[in-house]
Nanobody, 123 residues
Framework: VQLVESGGGLVEAGGSLTLSCTAS????????IAWFRQVPGKGREFVAA????????KYADSVKGRFTIARDNGKNTVDLQMNNLKPEDTAVYYC?????????????????WGQGTQVTVSS
C-alpha cells in the first residue's frame, strides 16, 4: 500500500498548482482520501477530503472557494486543484487514506500517508 504525491513547486501569489495523489497496492474505490499540510514546528492541518460514498467533500475554511479535491477512480488518483494561492499556503502537502465512508478532519483517523510534496508560494 503506497500513496505518492506529486505536483508541488514554487509559485507566485495568485497562481495555481495541481497536486496529485497516486495510490498503488489498493484501489481508492471504497477509500476516503484527504489532503493535509504541515509547516515546520506545527501539526498537520486538514485541507480537504473526499468520501468514496458519493459526492461528499469537505474543505478547511482557509481554502474554501480556492481549492478543489477531485478523484479519478479509473486512474486511482485524487487531485487537489489549488487556485489563488497565498503565501500562507506554503507547506508540505500530504495525502492520506482511510476506509470509512465518513469524512474526518483529524489526522489520527487516517491509516496510510504519502511522503509529502513541498508547495512554496512567494509574495
Amino acid at each position: 500500500v503506497q500513496l505518492v504525491e506529486s505536483g508541488g513547486g514554487l509559485v507566485e501569489a495568485g497562481g495555481s498548482l495541481t497536486l496529485s495523489c497516486t495510490a498503488s497496492g489498493f484501489r481508492i474505490v471504497g477509500t476516503s482520501i484527504a489532503w493535509f499540510r504541515q509547516v515546520p514546528g506545527k501539526g498537520r492541518e486538514f485541507v480537504a477530503a473526499d468520501s468514496w460514498a458519493g459526492s461528499n467533500t469537505k474543505y478547511a475554511d482557509s481554502v474554501k472557494g480556492r481549492f478543489t479535491i477531485a478523484r479519478d477512480n479509473g486512474k486511482n488518483t485524487v487531485d487537489l486543484q489549488m487556485n489563488n494561492l497565498k503565501p500562507e499556503d506554503t507547506a508540505v502537502y500530504y495525502c492520506a487514506a482511510q476506509g470509512s465512508r465518513f469524512i474526518f478532519d483529524s489526522a489520527e483517523v487516517y491509516d496510510y500517508w504519502g511522503q509529502g510534496t513541498q508547495v512554496t508560494v512567494s509574495s
